[in-house]
């Protein structure tokens, strides 16, 4: 599987972002993703869930952005997206997308989101 993230910018706290995130690869692989997925990695190095989408659109949120992100997929376009509202300096980071097909954990590259206080 193939990830590519866009959306990453810089913004002023209150202001959004929209993240996306396409996969690609093989039918049979794509058909076979279990759950996709935005990252942090923030200064702390440690690249933690933000939210998480499952088969049957099941989401999940890390506490400090529930209710402020969404995310949603695409499935006929294997595309995740990330809508990031009320952002806080503190969401500042490297945001990467992230999908489990079976056991095996895919990673595509970062995108840098920036807020400003």
């Known amino acids: 599987v193939q990830l590519q993230a866009s959306g990453g910018g810089w913004v002023q706290a209150g202001g959004s972002l929209r993240l996306s995130c396409v996969a690609s690869?093989?039918?049979?692989?794509?058909?076979?993703?279990?759950?996709m997925g935005w990252y942090r990695q923030g200064s702390g190095n440690q690249r933690e869930p933000v939210a998480t989408?499952?088969?049957?659109?099941?989401?999940n949120y890390a506490d400090d952005v529930a209710g402020r992100f969404t995310i949603s997929k695409d499935s006929r376009r294997n595309t995740v997206y990330l809508q990031m509202s009320s952002l806080k300096p503190e969401d500042s980071g490297v945001y990467y997308c992230?999908?489990?097909?079976?056991?095996?954990?895919?990673w595509g590259r970062g995108t840098q989101v920036t807020v400003s206080g």
């Open positions: 992230g999908v489990r097909v079976i056991r095996t954990d895919y």
């Open positions: 690869g093989t039918s049979s692989v794509l058909n076979s993703i279990n759950t």
């Open positions: 989408i499952a088969r049957g659109d099941i989401t």
